[in-house]
């Protein structure tokens, strides 16, 4: 069994000591995996593994087959020889093999060491005739109708593990920084401010009355609200979990079901408000460049394969090696991403001269075609822009204090835009003020004294302080970071309007 | 900032080569928490913290505060002196202030090391009078009515960081065997059957064929088949996420919405199919053993906290310590856990005479009472149930070859049932044989060639191979760690029929 050596100081302290056990190791360890068994040293190592054939070339004393257990994109080069008989003759592409064999220094180019087959098993065939993955270049539009068979694919698979890493990735970073990882509801009481967006959960009998939990349950949009309740007494809390839009509009980057990456921590007041928004904005570029840059994921395997599949992706070999690069430095580089306030990225929109599709004004959200310019054209990588007129954003971003330049309340707030993936991160101060929190809600037809809110405001009343918030798109993020054109292949069963497959 | 250290060489050849880049720490790293603090061999440390008032002492010159800032469960001691000034008056339990000063050894017993506060600042007042969360023993009954401000109890916040912490133990103990962690959907077309279990979303108007998805769909109840088209390409895979049941039974180890822990992965095929069975118990074993024993989770201060809460429990002292050092023994001991076949447990039940209210007959599922005496008077311990009778079993589990003294067909799967939580997990050895497969369908009334399963039927049909699998209740494991007697106290915001707070 791999033992997990790593403990940082202040986990321990909680976990207690970690006595050591002499476990029957061998009693519960898997097979190591082609993965591990290709970053061992040993060779002359016996090993069996199970796995699919991804390719197979057949001479005529010997057969190249590339096995995938599914750990990597990397295959295991297996070599069959003439004694193995018939059974080698069956194996075609996506058949199941188990192969007994010993590891040895490959005397081939493109790999270091490969299998000599001692004996081989055939577990499962795949006839070639009706096998709907072929070898031949597969559409992301003809695999969304094969839900179940394209994780078989090498984009789809290197995005599975993408997702894993970056997960364990996140996790360690917000361990690392004091955070817990806690499981909000999915059903709620919130339908999303009546928007019309929220699924709803159906009565159980025909009787509207009849609801389950006596009252009607939405699954959440955002779990923002039920944060905050944790962080106002674990202090630092997060959650990746899934979220749901009834949205009828499909664009590339809306999914019905998507998961968000959302943490609500408390902060040390400050003199100057304003100082929260940029401190929360650093904490955020911290945290992508730790779990993305640092980590090693964006020089890893699988961000290699994804951007290698270049069917995702209508642009010019040269252009694709461009926006590639342009991520490494984003995640990589010790220079801080620039930001700059609304009323600024305003003003620049206007400078710019471009007719845009929808007219720039003070007080209106930016549009995509905005956003895109600010990060693609302006920036030419991540930008926060800051301090949002309050009319156009949710009531429990914090008002700031007036200032100069800037006709109306703007808030403590941040969104965070990228090339190609556009908003990937927002987030804000939150109000913790009883007085303002109620101005707000009030000036949005929202009652903070009322039964659905009640709870809300409690947390303000009873030893409430200040404290921020982001929600990122993880979706979002696994195409900024991996060059994936659209969020349907950034999780492995997409669904959206009219389309649910399994 | 705190970097991660850790990282197993198997997952390094995946995510390449670290690069080292000197990012601003600074910049990025969020201060220190209490648990940082003192986990720190630093005196006369100058620290800033925000956080709750737990209970305050005040004195004529001085006042003693305990600080938690939801990091761990003991908090931080806070010695305000008396040229604080009124300030420190107005402190009352669950106030938020925010405390400049140094961290001292301690002159008290009680704690190493405490805060000589040079300056507080109260963020948020915490009206004792109304406050719904005092001091006295609050039942988890009239918690349950307060979901907002519960986690403000020291088991609510005990258990929401156990559940981190376990998560986190699992996250490792996985990857290091070579799993990958999928997001499999919430929302499918399976309604668990037709036993009117699965909840159903809405039609997005009021007539039925309106659906969102052209089809209706519900939210999942088990993430097995989704698990399994994964497995079938990343080999091993697993996920902890929601599952759904609207049960109208109420009780103590029942939810609406659960966290379960699922796994599915490929083996290697033995001669002997009921080796298989016993594999996977003893990989269960090893996971439970090596996330909660070896971690050092069952000798760490949030398990400890939970324990000592007696309100969760009417027990007697004595017997709620001898239930706890039952379970470090299970999670820590080098002894296997039993194993016993369904029909030997039949044969044990038969042989107990003891009156039972359901009767004990060979093809009838095992009830509550007869899972607790075996667990608990039987074997005192965990214990594995193995190779039911396949009429009472889902369709997706193996049938194992004929054997003596079991007169109908079994199939290879087991029960892990341990004392107190009962059964807190169930898998099996995946049926792979395409035609077994059909013909366990049809024996249960499903078609594994028509829409509903077709999906089903390929992954068998295109290079299938022995696979297995299981599922664990993440409450009831926390439940069983942490002595919580309910799993209402398991999760932080729980939902049950007719309760939804939220």
């Not at 006839?127 to 993955?133: L, Q």
């Not at 054209?377 to 800037?406: C, H, Q, S, W």
């Not at 809300?456 to 979706?475: A, I, Q």
């Not at 994936?484 to 497959?501: F, L, Q, T």
Request: charged share 25%.
């Amino acid at each position: 069994m791999n033992r997990v050596s790593f403990r940082p100081c202040t986990l321990q302290a909680t976990l207690g000591k970690r006595r050591s056990i002499s476990t029957n190791t061998a009693r519960f360890a898997l097979p190591p995996t082609i993965l591990q068994i290709l970053a061992r040293n040993e060779v002359d190592e016996k090993v069996t593994v199970t796995g699919w054939v991804k390719s197979i070339r057949k001479q005529k004393r010997v057969a190249f087959g590339v096995l995938s257990d599914g750990s990597s994109p990397t295959g295991l080069q297996a070599v069959f020889h003439e004694d193995l008989g018939e059974r080698v003759k069956q194996i075609t592409n996506g058949t199941s093999i188990c192969v007994r064999g010993s590891i040895v220094k490959s005397p081939g180019s493109g790999q270091d060491k490969e299998l000599l087959v001692d004996e081989v098993e055939i577990l499962g065939e795949c006839d070639p005739e009706t096998y709907p993955i072929q070898k031949k270049t597969l559409t992301p539009e003809y695999l969304r109708d094969y839900t179940h068979l394209r994780p078989r694919t090498g984009a789809i698979a290197a995005m599975v593990r993408l997702r894993s890493h970056l997960m364990r990735e996140l996790n360690n970073y917000f361990a690392n920084q004091g955070f817990t990882y806690a499981h909000t509801p999915i059903l709620t009481s919130g339908d999303a401010e009546g928007g019309g967006e929220a699924f709803r959960i159906a009565p159980v009998s025909p009787l509207p009355s009849h609801e389950f939990f006596t009252h009607p349950a939405y699954l959440t949009v955002s779990h923002q609200l039920h944060l905050e309740a944790l962080s106002h007494s674990l202090g630092r809390v997060y959650t990746l979990s899934p979220c749901f839009r009834a949205e009828r509009g499909v664009t590339r980057r809306h999914l019905a079901e998507f998961w968000m990456f959302e943490a609500e921590w408390n902060v040390i007041p400050t003199t100057d408000p304003r100082a929260q928004t940029v401190a929360l904005c650093d904490f955020v570029e911290g945290a992508i460049k730790g779990s993305v840059g640092e980590s090693g994921i964006i020089h890893g395997e699988d961000v290699n394969a994804l951007w290698q599949h270049r069917e995702h992706d209508s642009s010019s070999e040269d252009d694709r090696a461009k926006a590639r690069e342009a991520v490494v430095l984003a995640v990589t580089s010790n220079a801080a991403w620039p930001k700059i306030s609304y009323s600024e990225a305003v003003r620049e929109l206007l400078k710019s001269n471009i007719d845009w599709e929808f007219p720039v004004r003070w007080g209106s959200p930016l549009q995509t075609e905005h956003e895109k310019w600010l990060s693609e054209t302006l920036v030419g990588g991540p930008l926060f822009v800051t301090d949002y007129p309050a009319a156009i954003k949710p009531f429990y971003m914090r008002a700031n204090p007036a200032m100069e330049g800037e006709d109306e309340t703007t808030v403590g707030c941040f969104d965070l835009l990228v090339p190609h993936a556009g908003e990937l991160v927002g987030g804000s101060v939150r109000e913790e003020r009883l007085n303002k929190l109620k101005e707000s809600m009030q000036s949005k037809g929202m009652d903070m004294d009322g039964e659905r809110y009640g709870w809300y405001g409690d947390l303000r009343r009873f030893g409430g302080g200040p404290h921020v918030g982001f929600g990122l798109g993880f979706e979002r993020l696994l195409g900024w970071v991996g060059g994936i054109n659209n969020v349907r292949e950034c999780v492995p069963m997409p669904r959206w309007a009219g389309k649910m497959d399994l």
